[in-house]
């Protein structure tokens, strides 16, 4: 069975930083897409980062430099380090897998790509 199981999510003041994780498990992690994701009310879920199995990984224009996207395949964790947060990174964030018979060659933003999400954890940044 499949699980993803964010945390790591909390309050912090702007110029703050915080490191989300997203622990996996039941099935191989080392091969799949992974990414971040996140949503506040009444708004669509957008691609924060994302992360393919060599490595490569894509950011939205508004985290670049401020975020960054790892995982480590020995723990079948992804992470998210957000430094220097804004009020406007404040949102629900919520890992995701693409899971296939393929291994994962290019890093995916698109939220439709993905066939697995974990329940998100929450994030506020206050100015």
């Known amino acids: 069975q499949v699980q993803l199981v964010e945390s790591g999510g909390g309050s912090v003041q702007a110029g703050g930083s915080l490191r989300l994780s997203c622990a996996a498990s039941?099935?191989?992690?080392?091969?799949?897409?992974m990414g971040w994701f996140r949503q506040t009310p009444g708004r669509e879920r957008e691609g924060v980062a994302a992360?393919?199995?060599?490595?490569?990984?894509t950011y939205a224009d508004s985290v670049k430099g401020r975020f960054t996207i790892s995982r480590d395949n020995a723990k079948n964790t992804l992470y998210l380090q957000m430094n220097t947060l804004k009020p406007e990174d404040t949102a629900m964030y919520y890992c995701?897998?693409?899971?296939?018979?393929?291994?994962?060659?290019?890093?995916?933003?698109?939220?439709?790509?993905?066939?697995?999400w974990g329940q998100g954890t929450q994030v506020t940044v206050s100015s």
């Open positions: 039941g099935y191989t992690f080392s091969r799949t897409c």
């Open positions: 995701a897998a693409k899971i296939e018979i393929w291994r994962c060659a290019e890093p995916l933003m698109t939220k439709n790509e993905y066939n697995y």
């Open positions: 992360l393919d199995s060599y490595g490569g990984t």
